[in-house]
C-alpha cells in the first residue's frame, strides 16, 4: 500500500513536471493574436500571471474574443489578470464588452481620459467606461515612466496620454547620430498619439510595445539621446501602418525578432516593412497577414506594393482570408527565443545575443 501510494505521488510529480515544461513554465509566453488588423497580444509570465495588451475589434459576432479566450485556454488560463488599452480607437479598444462578458478579467490599465479632438471610436470610450462603472474591475490609469502595477511583470512605460519618459533605461540615453538627418514629424493630434506603450524586461531581454504610437512621439523616444537602446523583440507599432515605425526609431533601437499585428488589407506598408528589413540586427520578421497586392490600399490608405515587399512564407502567420491563426513566441530563461507559425506548425529557435 505504501509502494503504490509512493508509485502514485511520483508519477503525479512527473505528470505535474511534464505538464508545466509543455505549458513553457519558467519563460515568458506571447502570443500574437490576429484580430484582422486590431491587436491583441497576451503575455502570461513564468508565474502564469497573464497581461492583455488590447482586446481587438467590437462586433463580429464576438470573433475577437473568441480568438483571444481560446489562446488564453490554451496557455492554461482561466482569467485574464491585466487588460491594457494602449488607447481607445476601435481595433484596440472596442472588444472590451464582449471579451468580460466571455473570460473573467481583474484589472484595466489605460492612459487616462479619451483625446478629445479625436472624431474617431467614441462610441468605444463610452463603452468602455460603462464596463468601469459597474465596480466589478479595477482601474488603473498610467502616466509615462511609471513602473507597470502588474505582479509577475517588469515593465515600464515609455509613453502615455501623449507624453514620453523622462529617463533614459539603464545602459540607454547616449547621443543618437541617427537624429540629425531624421525629419521631425507633425504632432498626432488623434488617439494614436496618446497611447500607452511599453517595455518588458524579461531574463535581459528587452520587448517593446507601443501599440499605435506615433512617429512624432517615436522621436521624442529616441532623439537627440536614445532613451531606449537596443531591444530583442518589437511588436511593430501601429500594425505596420507608415504613420508610425518610423525609421529613426526603428533604426534606433535596432530590434533583433519583429511581429507585426497587421491585417489582409490594413497595416504592412511597404515603406515600414522595407524599414524593419534594413534595420540592423533584424533576424526575423513575422507579419500576421501578407499585405495585399501592388495597387490597393488599405482603410487608412497606406500603400502596398505586393508580395515582394512582405516577410517570406514561412514568417507569414495568414496567406489569405481570415484564418486567424497566430504567432506565437516563447522567451526562455536562458534568453534564448523560440518563434512558432500556428499557420506552419514550424518553430524557429533564435539564441541570446
Known sequence: MKLSRIAFTLSTAILATATALAQGKGSLRIAAIDVEGGQATLFVAPGGQSLLVDTGWPAHDGRDADRIVAAAKQMGLSRIDTVLLTHYHSDHAGGVPQLVARIPVVTFLDHGERFRPDPNSPVDYDEY???????????????????????????????????VMNTSLPGAGKPNALCAKAPTPTEDMQENGQSLGILLRFAGLKIVDAGDLTSDRERLLVCPANKIGRVDLMIVSHHGSDWSSSKVFVHSLQPRLAVMDNGDHKGGSTSVIDTLKSSPGLEALYQLHLAPPAGTKNPGGTPQEGPEHNASDEFLANTAGTDGKRIDVTVNVDGS??????????????AKR
Open 337 to 350: 527565443t523560440d518563434i512558432r507559425n500556428e499557420r506552419t506548425g514550424a518553430t524557429k529557435h533564435f
Open 129 to 163: 467606461l460603462k464596463i468601469i462603472a459597474t465596480g466589478k474591475y479595477k482601474r488603473v490609469i498610467v502616466k509615462a515612466g511609471d513602473r507597470l502595477p502588474i505582479l509577475g511583470f517588469d515593465a515600464i512605460a515609455l509613453s502615455a496620454a501623449g507624453k
